[in-house]
Nanobody, 127 residues
């Protein structure tokens, strides 16, 4: 079974940067979509950034230009570089992967009822 583990969260002041990592093991299917999601207290989980096995990438409007999603060549790690962080970026961040999805589908359709998810890493941005 696919396993995902996030790391890299923490506390940072507004305008700062963080880099999240997601170690992915036992990924045996393709095509797939994988991405980063976040959930703030009292809010629904939302897609932040996603990519797929074809190399396409999708971003939420709220992070485009500030966040960058990438993966390593061996495709066993997923990253999210977050720059110019804002207090509204404060949330628990999760990585996830699901078979057969495009980047767009992963970002906008994938929910926690499907796919494989990590346990999350907390990001706190102070003003």
């Amino acid at each position: 079974q696919v396993r995902l583990e996030e790391s890299g969260g923490g506390s940072v002041q507004a305008g700062g940067s963080l880099r999240l990592s997601c170690a992915i093991s036992r990924l045996t299917f393709s095509p797939y979509g994988m991405g980063w999601f976040r959930q703030a207290p009292g809010k629904e989980r939302e897609g932040v950034a996603a990519l797929d096995s074809n190399g396409d990438i999708a971003y939420a409007d709220s992070v485009r230009g500030r966040f960058t999603i990438s993966r390593d060549n061996a495709e066993n790690s997923l990253y999210l570089q977050m720059n110019n962080l804002k207090p509204e970026d404060t949330a628990m961040y999760y990585c996830a992967v699901e078979r057969g999805m495009t980047a767009f589908q992963t970002l906008h359709i994938l929910t926690s009822d499907f796919g494989y998810w990590g346990q999350g890493t907390q990001v706190y941005v102070s003003s």
